[in-house]
């Protein structure tokens, strides 16, 4: 399947401030997507990005693909302690198959 | 919204035991599921395709006489560890797509496994 390189590993930021990770992959993505999983909980479904170039927002979350459909991002404007958690990005691998990146942890301090 | 349910959400087992784990979408069917294992710290990684009606597609080093599958049902799907050792440990999640085909998923809770 196809492989992602997700950055950075690991997070720690204060309460505010803003939070970015990245997803990049060698080959052209037909989509990618999100996830957030919570400590001691199960990956949730955040959004799914198809279009090149495309940018979608949730709140306080944007998410971007690349222009060439090779990498995005998912940036997180004046983080709060409920974004605690480890984000991941998925792409498909075929029917209904995903590959997860290696997921970015996010500690937010109050 | 659709969602995944898994039981039981955690085990202790001794080691050489078997461990059946259950995975069910509660109000829509599933043609397919999907097992994963994560280690702590560590990201999903995909064990199986659970095909309803069909055997398993296992992916690359999981060993399938180990892992047994069984999709007997539109809304269920089973993983038994056989055998299970120390180093079976994990937290095993299945999911569901979202729509029939698509690759978005809904995840299950979750099971937490610890062999003794």
């Known amino acids: 399947g196809q492989q992602v390189m997700q950055i950075p590993q690991y997070q720690h930021v204060q309460e505010g401030e803003d939070f970015t990770t990245y997803c990049n992959s060698s080959t052209t993505l037909s989509n990618i997507q999100w996830y957030k999983q919570r400590p001691g909980g199960h990956p949730v479904f955040l959004i799914q990005?198809?279009?090149?170039?495309e940018v979608k927002k949730q709140k306080r979350l944007t998410f971007q693909f690349g222009e060439a459909k090779k990498n995005s991002s998912l940036h997180i404007t004046a983080t709060q302690t409920t974004d605690v958690g480890t984000y991941f990005c998925a792409v498909g691998s075929g029917y209904s198959t995903l590959t997860f990146g290696k997921g970015t942890m996010l500690l937010v301090s109050p | 919204g659709a969602v995944v349910s898994q039981h039981p959400s955690w085990v202790i087992c001794k080691s050489g035991t078997s461990v059946k784990i259950e995975c069910r979408s509660l109000?829509?069917?599933?043609?397919?599921m999907f097992w994963y294992r994560q280690f702590p710290k560590q990201s999903l990684m995909l064990m199986a395709t659970s095909n309803e009606g069909s055997k398993a597609t296992y992916e690359q080093g999981v060993e399938k006489d180990k892992f047994l599958i069984n999709h007997a049902s539109l809304t269920l799907s089973t993983l038994t560890v056989t055998s299970a050792h120390p180093e079976d440990s994990s937290f095993y999640i299945c999911?569901?797509?979202?729509?029939?085909?698509?690759?978005?998923?809904?995840f299950g809770p979750g099971t937490r496994l610890l062999v003794l």
């Open positions: 109000d829509f069917q599933a043609t397919t």
């Open positions: 990005l198809v279009k090149s170039g």
């Open positions: 999911s569901a797509p979202r729509l029939a085909g698509g690759e978005t998923q809904y």
